[in-house]
């Protein structure tokens, strides 16, 4: 796997339009700070992690509520190939405040909102909406 983060947010966007409950994710704590943040912006419910033959996986909870799954598109910015930096002046709302820009940055993965409050800037990982 090339792309994990790339992987980790298609997975949630498919089980979030085909409204299913779980997904499960080989265990990293770079996903667990992601899943973290979306936690706290609304996009998921829980996240736990479990061990299946000594092997650790990440099982996320996914919010459905009843028009579906919220997360209706994602778009991986910043890609192994091409990573892309934005300073704090430069982080803007996403679809008019009504999607989530995460970003990587020196004070831990954090939505823009956040950046923006912290006065931090970093790499955009991925959108959301």
């Known amino acids: 796997m090339t792309d994990p983060i790339g992987s980790m947010i298609t997975m949630i966007k498919n089980a979030s339009l085909a409204e299913k409950e779980t ?9 667990v700070a992601v899943a973290e943040c979306l936690i706290k912006e609304g996009y998921l419910k829980s996240y736990s992690k479990k061990t299946k033959k000594n092997h650790p996986f ?3 909870n996914i919010l459905i509520n009843e028009n579906g799954g919220k997360v209706k598109e994602v778009d991986r910015i910043s890609k192994p190939s091409r990573r892309v930096y934005m300073g704090m002046k430069e982080i803007r709302p996403i679809k008019n405040g009504h999607g989530l820009a995460v970003y990587s940055t020196p004070k831990g993965i954090m939505s823009g909102k956040e950046a923006r409050k912290e006065m931090v800037g970093g790499e955009l990982l991925f959108t959301m909406w």
């Not at 997904?23 to 990293?28: A, E, F």
Request: hydrophobic fraction near 50%; avoid cysteine; glycine fraction near 0%.
């Open 58 to 60: 990440l099982e996320l």
């Open 23 to 31: 997904v499960l994710l080989p265990y990293s704590k770079l996903k």
